[in-house]
């Protein structure tokens, strides 16, 4: 049965300094333009390696994409992977969490290939994922990855530009909603 937002318990003081902290930086760089002929206000476009070009319709040869974004999006593609995984195993091993976990498994699949899209990203293969025994302890284990994974993500959008730093950003952000979404409802498992 589907849970009533009123039903639920309030977002722990973690989750929402943590949102606060990632919020400015997601507004900052949505304000960032990849276009800098914009900027100047010439009707120059932009070709996809990101030279601008001056007559439409036109494309320079451009450099591939910067190595260093490529290797950011797949170390990120990796993780998000590795999550996807994760969210797959668990549902399969106890289907009364689908629910729960279901919309956390569909922003995976979304963000790997917005991921994708940039050429030459790709995810290394990712081994199974081993799921803990309970099913509580089981959706613990994803809110700790997700909060892990959304600290690496906007760590490395901190150290792009532009559209690959937004969508790291905006990954970042949906796991830590994720994160404080499926782990306060929960009491940490005792070992």
Do not use: W
Not at 65 to 76: E, F, G, M, N, T
Not at 120 to 137: I, S
């Amino acid at each position: 049965m589907p849970e009533r937002l009123q039903d639920r318990p309030a977002p722990s003081r973690r989750a929402v300094v943590v949102t606060v902290a990632l919020a400015p930086a997601a507004v900052a760089l949505t304000g960032c333009n990849d276009n800098p002929a914009a900027d100047a206000g010439t009707s120059g476009t932009r070709s996809p390696g990101g030279t601008a070009s001056s007559s439409p319709g036109v494309v320079e040869e451009t450099p591939a994409v910067d190595p260093a974004v490529v290797a950011a999006l797949s170390a990120a593609a990796t993780q998000v992977s590795q999550l996807s995984q994760l969210y797959a195993s668990t549902i399969r091993k106890f289907p009364t969490r689908r629910g729960a976990l279901a919309a956390g498994a569909k922003y995976h699949v979304s963000h790997l290939a917005k991921l994708k899209e940039t050429p030459g990203v790709a995810a290394a293969p990712v081994a199974k994922a081993a799921v803990p025994a309970q099913p509580h302890t089981a959706q613990f284990a994803i809110a700790e990855q997700e909060e892990a994974a959304a600290a690496a993500h906007a760590a490395a959008a901190a150290k792009l530009s532009g559209a690959p730093a937004r969508l790291l950003a905006e990954i970042a952000a949906a796991e830590t909603q994720l994160a404080s979404t499926l782990g306060p409802k929960l009491a940490k498992p005792q070992a």
